[in-house]
Structures are given as C-alpha cells and as structure tokens.
C-alpha cells in the first residue's frame, strides 16, 4: 500500500525568507501524481502545486517550488520569500491512476513577521 | 468554471440525534465524490467516495453513511451522533479515478457533538 510521510510536524519561518517542507512516499508504481496542499486557518483546502512522476523538470508556481527525486520517492515543497499568508498546515499527496488520493499528516507551517 | 460547496459551515449536535451534512458539484459531470474527516490538528482520513450514483464506498466502518441521489450530490448522514463524530467534514470532488487529476475541496462542515 501507498504512504505518504511528512516528518516535520511543525515548523517556522520568517517572513521573507526560504523554507522547505519535506515528503517521501512509498510506491511500487511507476506513473503517479504528486500534490501540495495548504490548509489556511479558514480551513479550506487549496492546491498549491502537482507534478506528474513521468516529468523529470520540477514543477514551479510562483513562489512555490518543489525538488521531485523519484528515485529517492521524495518530493519537497519550497516556498521563497516566505508571507504572513503563507501560515497554513501544508499536506502532501500521492495519486495513482485508478487510485484514491493518500495523504500525509501534514506539517504546520508559521510565517512569523 | 467548477466549484463545490458543502453545508452547513458548522454545526452543534446533542448525541444521539441525527446528522446530515450536503454537498454539491456545479460545472462538471460525472465526478468522483469523497467525504473526508479531519479531527484537530490531525490529517485527512477518507470516509467515502462514489464514482457514480448510488455507487458508494466505505473505507472505514463506523456510525455514519453517504448517498448520492444525483451525479453531483453527496450527502453524508448519521442517524444517532456520537461524541466522537466530532470533527471537521469536507467533501471534495475530482475527475474519474482512470485519470489522475488533483482534489478540489469544499469550504469544510464543523460538527460538534456534545
């Protein structure tokens, strides 16, 4: 079965600056979509970025980044020039074709001015 | 464009009454509809999905139940709360499992069993 593992439970950044959120997974399959989503006090859920496995080029939006390395089943998550709006729990997500969505318990990430 | 919502925001319940939380799709057809739960400060633990109407998964045993009396509404019911039932409950839809399109969630249900 698939897992999705986020092994920091909370972290902290200051405004402006760079942080970087970690996930690994663990799956025999070899075609997949990964996601990040943000959960913002307001708690909806939002998409902040996908890649799909058979890309090699890290997918980018904005100032959200990720380093996809899918030998090492890792797909971190960088967010640069970090803003107050960015203070949310930040889960990561694996989907394979045909699949259910798997989550990780997500990290809660604050933005501190 | 799609979007989805859910109601009621938030609800306070004694236990033992009845639940039913309401959740609609527009702009597309034939999604694939979950319900998730959320207890404080934990993760996402997927309760049903449905791929079509009256086609209706569980994946975990418990007091609660879903329906989907049309292609782009999904009910999730109770008929006796319990304390723990408590929680935040967001629906969410997506495209058929044979693609692998993301989730698009819903505004969330608070429930509060007392």
């Known amino acids: 079965a698939q897992t999705v593992t986020q092994s920091q439970p909370e972290m902290s950044v200051q405004e402006a600056e760079t942080v970087t959120l970690s996930c690994t997974y663990d799956?025999?399959?070899?075609?997949?979509?990964l996601f990040w989503y943000k959960q913002p006090p307001s708690r909806q859920m939002i998409l902040v970025i996908r890649?799909?496995?058979?890309?090699?080029q890290n997918a980018t939006e904005n100032r959200f980044s990720v380093n996809f390395q899918k030998a090492a089943k890792s797909f971190s998550l960088k967010i640069s020039d970090s803003q107050l709006g960015d203070t949310a729990m930040y889960f990561c997500?694996?989907?394979?074709?045909?699949?259910?969505?798997?989550f990780g318990p997500g990290t809660r990430l604050s933005v501190l001015p | 464009s799609q979007t989805i919502h859910q109601w009621p925001a938030t609800l306070v319940q004694p236990v033992g009454s009845p639940l039913s939380l309401e959740c609609t799709v527009e702009?597309?057809?034939?999604?694939?509809l979950y319900w998730y739960r959320q207890a404080a400060g934990r993760g996402l633990q997927l309760l049903f999905y449905?791929?079509?109407?009256?086609?209706i998964s569980s994946e975990v045993p418990q007091n609660l139940s879903a329906s989907r009396p049309q292609d782009r509404q999904f009910i999730l019911s109770s008929k006796k709360l319990l304390l723990s039932d408590s929680g935040f409950y967001l629906c969410a839809w997506s495209v058929s499992l044979g693609e692998a399109g993301e989730l698009f969630f819903g505004e969330g249900s608070r429930l509060t069993v007392l």
């Open positions: 890649q799909e496995a058979y890309k090699q």
């Open positions: 702009g597309t057809s034939n999604p694939n």
């Open positions: 449905s791929i079509g109407i009256d086609q």
């Open positions: 997500a694996f989907r394979h074709y045909g699949q259910n969505f798997v």
């Open positions: 799956t025999s399959e070899s075609n997949y979509y």
